[in-house]
C-alpha cells in the first residue's frame, strides 16, 4: 500500500510568533494541532532554514518532547526546500521499509506545518516527484532579473518533468503552492509553469507551510503542485492527490 | 527546665559599606553591652542565608566565632532561608532546655548590600521552589503576589489594606534609630509606588539589608546569676510545609506558621488574647496580613479595617504589631531577622525600648518565617513576674 | 553566577517541562505533579502519568523587571514584564508557570512549550499557560 498523508498540522499565529516561540515550540505546537499520535512512530524529520540552539540538537529535543525515544530521527536545514527534502527523504524511507514518519517543517518568524506519513495515508496521497538541480552562484546577492530568471527556470524545468513522468499536464492541477524567495515571482512562475486563472496558487514562506494551507479548503480528487524551491537553484516538484477528510478535520477519517 | 535570654544586640540594619560579615557579627556582640560572661557560653548557633557567595561558606559558624575571639565553643551555621535567625534561636534555647548546655549563643547575620540589584535578585529567590517557581521567573515578591491576587479576587481584603500595613509599620520604624527605613509613609504612597509584582508594588517590600544580631540564652539558675531581669522563653514552635506555594491546599493560608504558633501557644500556656506585643515576619505586606490570622490576632476579614481604625499600633492600646517597624521598615538582613526581633522584644519585655515601648508590655510573641513560609519558628517570651 | 538550573538538573526535568509527566498513586489514586518521592497522602508509590494540560487560573501576578530574576531580567526589560500564574490542572496539582498572556483567576487555560531562557548556551524550554480554545485539538 502506497504511502500518503494520513494527518496534518498547521500552527500560524495571526500576529506572527511571540519572542518566546521558535522552531521547537512551534514544530511542537504544530504536532499538536495535528492531533494524538499514533502509538509508534519511526522517523521524524524536522525541517528549517534555521535552527536554533546547537546544530543538530532541535529534531532529537522535539522527539524528546513529543514522547519519542525509539526513533529515527534527522534535520534538513539552511535551504527553502528544507520542507521537500525532509518530506520525500521520509517518504522514500517508508516506502521502502514500511512504518509511520512524522515530517515537521518550520518556518521561522511564520509558523509550522507537521505531515504524518503512514502506509494507506488517506488524506493526501503523493502521485510522484521530480527534482532538478542547476549551477545559479550568487543568488543571494539578490539581484532581481536573474534571481527571477534561475527562479522560473528551474520551476519550470522540474515541473515540466514532474508532469511528463505522471503523464498530466498543468490542467490536471486544481492547486499550486510555491515558495517564491520573492513574492511578486510567484504569479509569474506559475504563468511560466503553464498554470491559468483555473488554478489556485498559493504563496507561502516554507512549502508544507503552504500545502496545510491548501489541503483544509481542496476537495477529495483535487491535485496539488507543490513546487519548492531552495538550495541555491533546486526545485522540488511533488503532485499529490487530495483524499477524503482533508477539507473538515485534517485527519484521515 | 526554664529558657531565659538574659542579653541581646543589634547592629544598625541598612547600608553598611565598610563592614563584611564578620564585623557585623562582632559589632552585633558589641551592642550588647559590657559584663557579658563570654566563659560561660557552652555552643553558637548563627543563622544565615549566606547570601552573595563573596564570603566564607564552609566552616562559617567557627570562622566568625574567631574573628569575634570568642571561646572555641562548638559552632553551627543555621540555614533556613529568612528563618535561619529564628532556627537558630530554636537551637540555642532547645540546647539549653534539654540540660545539655547551660548558656547557649545564638546569633543571625547577612550581608547584602555587596551585591548589585540584580544579583540580589538572584539571591533573594534561591529560598523558593528553583525547579517551578523560580523557572517560571518569579522571586518571592512574586510568590506573595500571587498570594495577595488570590485574596483580593476572593475579596477578603482591599488593596489598601496591604498599604495599611506598611504605613503602620514605617511609622514605628521611624522611632527606631537601629532601623533602616526611618520616614513615614501615606498609604498614597505605598499605593503609588511602582509595580514589582502585582498587585504587589515597591512599598509593599521589605528592603534588602546588612545587619547581625545575637542573643545569650540561658538555663534558668545561670540566668539569675548573669541578670536581674532575665526574659523567659516560655513557648516555642516550629514547622515545615510544601517548598511551593503550589502544592499546598490553599494559598493564602500559612499553615506552617498556624501549626508552629499552637505548639508555642500550648507550651507557654497562653493564648493570642494574652500577647501584648508582637514581631511578625513582614516581608510583603501581604505576609503580616495572613499572619495576623495564623497567630489568632485577628481573623484576616478584620485586619483590613482594624489598621484602618489604627489598631496594631504603637499608642493605639491593646496588642502591638511590629513596634520595631518590621522586616518592612527595619529592614531584613536574611539570617539576621529572627535573632533581631528577639533582641526587640528583649527590650520591650524590660522596658528599655524607649518611644517605641509597649507600655506594660508583659508577654511577647516572635514569628519567623523561611520564604513562603516552607519553614516557620515562633517563640513566646514573658517578662520576669509577667 | 554559576548556573542555576544546571543543565543535567534541566535535563532530568524534562519529563515535567516538555511533557507534563505527572505520578499518579496506585493506591489512592491521588495525582502529583510535579511527581515525588512517594504519595503525600498514603506514602505509596507513585505510576507516571501524562497530564493533559488543560487547567485554570488560580491567581496571577505580573512581574515587572524590578521583580524579575536576573534570568529573567532580559525578557522582563524587553516586553516590559510578563504574568506568572498558579494553575489548577484538571487532574488536581496546582502548578506555578508563566502566562503567555494576561489571565484573571477562572480563567480556562492550556499548557504549551516554550522558551523559558538561556542560560550556559543552553535553551531551556518549558511549559506556559495559553488561553483555552484556540488551536486546541
Not at chain 2, 61 to 87: K, M, R, T
Not at chain 2, 169 to 183: F, S, T, V
Not at chain 2, 336 to 343: F, P, R
Amino acid at each position: 500500500m502506497a504511502v500518503g498523508i494520513a494527518a496534518f498540522g498547521r500552527y500560524a499565529p495571526e500576529d506572527g510568533p511571540a519572542p518566546d516561540e521558535d522552531a521547537l515550540t512551534m514544530a511542537l505546537e504544530a504536532v499538536r494541532a495535528l492531533g494524538a499520535l499514533p502509538g509508534r512512530v519511526d522517523c521524524l524529520a524536522l525541517a528549517s532554514m534555521d535552527l536554533p540552539g546547537r546544530r543538530g540538537v532541535q529534531a532529537g529535543l522535539l522527539a524528546g518532547a513529543l514522547g519519542l525515544g525509539e526513533v529515527f530521527v534527522c534535520e534538513h536545514t539552511t535551504s527553502a526546500r528544507a520542507g521537500t527534502e525532509a518530506l520525500l527523504a521520509q517518504w522514500g524511507l517508508l516506502s521502502a521499509r514500511g512504518g509511520v514518519g512524522l515530517t515537521v517543517e518550520v518556518a521561522p518568524g511564520h509558523g509550522a506545518a507537521a505531515l504524518l506519513l503512514a502506509e494507506g495515508g488517506g488524506l493526501a496521497a503523493i502521485d510522484g516527484f521530480a527534482s532538478v538541480c542547476a549551477e545559479d552562484p550568487g543568488l543571494e546577492l539578490g539581484v532581481p532579473d536573474y534571481v527571477a530568471a534561475c527562479y522560473t527556470r528551474a520551476l519550470t524545468q522540474a515541473a515540466r518533468c514532474c508532469m511528463d513522468r505522471l503523464g498530466t499536464g498543468p490542467e490536471a492541477y486544481r492547486h499550486l503552492v510555491l515558495n517564491p524567495p520573492v513574492p511578486r515571482l510567484g504569479p509569474v512562475a506559475a504563468r511560466a509553469v503553464g498554470c491559468s486563472a483555473q488554478q489556485t496558487v498559493t504563496v507561502a514562506a516554507v512549502p508544507l507551510l503552504g500545502l496545510t494551507q491548501v489541503l483544509p479548503g481542496a476537495a477529495p480528487g483535487e491535485r496539488v503542485l507543490l513546487l519548492a524551491y531552495g538550495s541555491g537553484s533546486a526545485c522540488d516538484a511533488i503532485s499529490l492527490t487530495v483524499g477524503r477528510g482533508a477539507r473538515t478535520t485534517g485527519r484521515e477519517v | 527546665m526554664r529558657v531565659a535570654i538574659v542579653a541581646a544586640g543589634q547592629t544598625r540594619f541598612g547600608e553598611h559599606p565598610d563592614l563584611g560579615v564578620k564585623e557585623l557579627f562582632a559589632s552585633a556582640l558589641a551592642e550588647m553591652g559590657p559584663g557579658v560572661d563570654w566563659g560561660g557560653v557552652e555552643v553558637a548557633y548563627i543563622g544565615s542565608l549566606s547570601c552573595g557567595q563573596g564570603m566564607q561558606l564552609g566552616n562559617f559558624a567557627p570562622a566568625l566565632l574567631d574573628y569575634a575571639a570568642l571561646p572555641p565553643v562548638p559552632a553551627v551555621h543555621v540555614e533556613n532561608a529568612c528563618a535561619s535567625g529564628g532556627f537558630a534561636l530554636l537551637q540555642a534555647v532547645q540546647a539549653v532546655a534539654s540540660g545539655q548546655v547551660r548558656c547557649a549563643l545564638a546569633a543571625g547575620v547577612e550581608k547584602m548590600r555587596d551585591l548589585s540589584g540584580e544579583r540580589g535578585r538572584y539571591w533573594l529567590g534561591i529560598s523558593g521552589d528553583t525547579e517551578y517557581e523560580r523557572l517560571a521567573g518569579l522571586t518571592f515578591a512574586g510568590v506573595f503576589g500571587l498570594m495577595a491576587d488570590r485574596l483580593l479576587y476572593e475579596g477578603r481584603i482591599r488593596r489598601s489594606d496591604l498599604a495599611a500595613v506598611a504605613v503602620k509599620n514605617h511609622r514605628h520604624g521611624a522611632l527606631n534609630p537601629k532601623a533602616h527605613l526611618r520616614r513615614e509613609i501615606s498609604l498614597e504612597q505605598v499605593l503609588a509606588a511602582p509595580p514589582v509584582a502585582s498587585p504587589l508594588g515597591a512599598l509593599d517590600c521589605c528592603p534588602t539589608s546588612d545587619g547581625a544580631a545575637a542573643v545569650i540564652v540561658a538555663c534558668e539558675e545561670m540566668a539569675w546569676q548573669l541578670t536581674d531581669r532575665p526574659v523567659w522563653v516560655d513557648g516555642w514552635g516550629a514547622a515545615s510545609d510544601t517548598l511551593a506555594l503550589h502544592s499546598r491546599g490553599s494559598i493564602t493560608g500559612l499553615a506552617a506558621v498556624r501549626r508552629a504558633a499552637a505548639a508555642a501557644y500550648a507550651m507557654a500556656g497562653v493564648g493570642p488574647s494574652g500577647v501584648d506585643v508582637a514581631e511578625v515576619h513582614d516581608c510583603f505586606t501581604v505576609a503580616e496580613l495572613i499572619a495576623l490570622d495564623e497567630l489568632g490576632f485577628c481573623p484576616l476579614a478584620e485586619a483590613g479595617f482594624r489598621l484602618e481604625q489604627g489598631a496594631f499600633a504603637l499608642g493605639a492600646g491593646g496588642l502591638v504589631v511590629n513596634p520595631s517597624g518590621g522586616l518592612k521598615a527595619k529592614g531584613h538582613p536574611i539570617g539576621a531577622t529572627g535573632v533581631a526581633q528577639a533582641v526587640e522584644l528583649f527590650a520591650q519585655l524590660q522596658g528599655e525600648s524607649g518611644a517605641r515601648q509597649v507600655p506594660g508590655a508583659a508577654t511577647a510573641l516572635a514569628f519567623n518565617m523561611g520564604g513562603s513560609g516552607a519553614s516557620a519558628t515562633v517563640h513566646i517570651f514573658r517578662k520576669e513576674g509577667g | 553566577m554559576g548556573a542555576h538550573i544546571t543543565a543535567p538538573m534541566y535535563r532530568r526535568s524534562l519529563p515535567q517541562r516538555l511533557r507534563l509527566e505527572g505520578g499518579r498513586c496506585g493506591a489512592c489514586g491521588v495525582t502529583q505533579f510535579p511527581p515525588r518521592a512517594a504519595c503525600p497522602r498514603c506514602r505509596g508509590p507513585l505510576e507516571p502519568v501524562r497530564l493533559s494540560g488543560r487547567g485554570q487560573v488560580v491567581a496571577a501576578t505580573f512581574i515587572t523587571p524590578a521583580g524579575a530574576p536576573p534570568e529573567f531580567a532580559g525578557q522582563a526589560r524587553q516586553t516590559g514584564g510578563y504574568w506568572v500564574a498558579i494553575v489548577a490542572l484538571a487532574e488536581g496539582p496546582c502548578i506555578t508557570a508563566q502566562l503567555t498572556q494576561a489571565a484573571a483567576p477562572g480563567a480556562p487555560v492550556m499548557a504549551v512549550v516554550r522558551r523559558l531562557y538561556e542560560e550556559d548556551g543552553v535553551v531551556r524550554y518549558g511549559f506556559k499557560f495559553a488561553p483555552q480554545g484556540v488551536g486546541d485539538p
